[in-house]
């Protein structure tokens, strides 16, 4: 069994808790606009670019290269209580490749964690769910309309499946992507606050937009709709923050 991958990045401390492997699958069905790994859009193998640690055509892997290259820092997992993290991409957009590996993983007991947009088919998300540990949630914007507008997609299943992660017990981190001029007012903080209520959840992290994906639209001849925005930071966005606090979630950075 292979996967197209760009990328397998070592000692990742910003994808789930201690010290993680972060599998970087390709294949999306958002397109995003201000998306930071549009290498990862396409599901086939693109072009020989590469951009750091990066390959921005991507690579085939087989799965037991991939388990081999999450074990040999199981002993940093251990002592940090970290573990491996699927992300993308759209990781759950190669299903069989993800379910094979995530149950390689817990069969060792190494920890699991999936960066997922949530815009996958119910029957794919409940068949490896429980060989996740932790679901790291994408939030692109509250309303069917705007979420359709940003990302090409509506929001009614990423919601759904949510919702049913919430209900069956599963450890689920909602993340927003605050994107000015998208999502970043408090109505839109408000809108939020109602969905994850509805879902169940009560707890939000939230990533301001930044450009480090920038170069790899220049790189892959592509066009960048958010060049030349203004990147968020943590202190602007403090009223937005209390706005969730105020609504009874947990809202952090």
Request: glycine letters at 14%.
């Amino acid at each position: 069994m292979e996967a197209h991958i760009c990328n397998i990045q070592k000692f990742s401390l910003h994808d789930g808790p201690g010290i993680r492997t972060v599998v970087f699958l390709k294949g999306c069905p958002l397109r995003c606009a201000w998306c930071a790994n549009p290498e990862s859009q396409e599901e086939g193998l693109g072009p020989s670019l590469r951009l750091g640690g990066f390959s921005l055509g991507g690579k085939a892997y087989a799965i037991g290269e991939v388990l081999a290259a999450c074990l040999q820092d199981r002993d940093f997992y251990e002592e940090s209580g970290g573990g491996v993290t699927l992300s993308g991409g759209e990781p759950l957009a190669q299903p069989e490749f993800c379910q094979a590996l995530l149950r390689e993983l817990k069969n060792r007991g190494i920890h699991t964690a999936v960066e997922t947009t949530g815009y996958v088919p119910g029957g794919v998300l409940q068949g490896v769910s429980q060989d996740i540990d932790l679901f790291l949630y994408d939030m692109k914007h509250w309303d069917g309309r705007r979420h359709r507008e940003g990302t090409g997609v509506g929001n009614r299943v990423i919601l759904e499946n949510m919702a049913w992660l919430v209900a069956q017990g599963k450890d689920v981190l909602p993340r927003i992507p605050v994107i000015p001029g998208y999502n970043d007012s408090l109505e839109d903080a408000a809108g939020f606050c109602a969905r994850l209520r509805e879902a169940g959840a009560r707890r939000a992290q939230l990533l301001p937009f930044h450009q480090f994906g920038e170069k790899k639209y220049e790189l892959l001849g592509k066009p960048y709709a958010m060049a030349g925005a203004d990147a968020l930071h943590e202190e602007g966005l403090e009223p937005y923050r209390q706005a969730f606090l105020a609504r009874g979630i947990e809202a952090f950075f």
